[in-house]
């Protein structure tokens, strides 16, 4: 082709017909431009489908993180049941000195309890590649910001206070409890069972115990399953756009 043109161009010359190979070296540089411009397009449209192919990737990401956390939270309600309707039967006052004698967990009812780690690595690709989103304008990755902000900060809070309690009652019972070493080895100790039946001390702690681990961290994570359901919806509908 580029033969073709440069035959063309010699042929002109030769005949001295300059206003015609003018006309042909403008055309020639047309050409060159549009094929220029026809190049840049394709390009920027093949950079365009790969920004699109990690956004969707990333969002991909977020939903696994989200279904993953949703399973872990679903396991752990399911797993404090029994212990949250033991702490209810303690505060009502309707635990009994057989109860204690015949429960193999009870000494152990509060303090000991299952966390989570919620997963992030999706929300960490979101930060770290912020900048192929419209991160002022892209309302999806604005709804995933806040998400994440709240339920983190909120659940982070919720187990530092959870730490601190357990801590406390730890502490307490190690230094003035004479049953303590019986209780972390799983003996029973009658003298356990008559400070759960009758000091009002263990009841406060029950009561704390209930409020910041099932009423706070618990209905937390509830919140955060109810939440990560509709995000998780909205980013289908993204995806299938």
């Known amino acids: 082709m580029i033969k073709f043109f440069r035959h063309i161009r010699q042929k002109l010359l030769i005949e001295n017909k300059a206003s ?41 990401i977020v939903k696994s993180d989200l279904q993953l956390d949703m399973e872990n939270i679903d396991y752990v309600l399911e797993a404090m049941l029994p212990e949250d309707t033991l702490l209810g039967i303690i505060l009502e ?30 929300l960490t690709l979101l930060e770290e590649n912020s900048t192929i989103f419209d991160a002022q304008k892209d309302s999806l990755f604005i709804q995933i910001s806040e998400f994440y902000s709240y339920y983190f900060t909120e659940i982070e809070v919720d187990m530092e206070e959870i730490e601190m309690d357990y801590s406390d009652n730890f502490a307490f019972w190690k230094t003035n409890k004479t049953w303590f070493a019986d209780n972390i080895h799983s003996i029973k100790n009658d003298d356990f069972v008559q ?20 009423q706070n961290y618990l209905s937390h994570l509830k919140e955060y399953k109810e939440s990560a359901l509709i995000l998780i919806a909205d980013l289908d509908k993204q995806t299938n756009q």
């Open 20 to 60: 015609k190979y003018l006309l042909y070296a403008f055309g020639e540089i047309i050409l060159v431009v549009i094929g220029i411009l026809i190049a840049l397009q394709i390009n920027n449209w093949n950079e365009s489908r790969k920004l699109e192919n990690k956004v969707a990737s990333i969002y991909a």
């Open 195 to 214: 400070y759960a039946l009758t000091d009002p001390d263990y009841i406060n702690r029950v009561a704390s115990w209930r409020r910041l681990y099932f």
């Open 93 to 122: 006052g309707r635990m009994t000195r057989e109860l204690y004698e015949n429960c193999d967990n009870c000494e152990f009812v509060v303090g000991g309890f299952p966390d989570i780690t919620l997963r992030s690595r999706g």
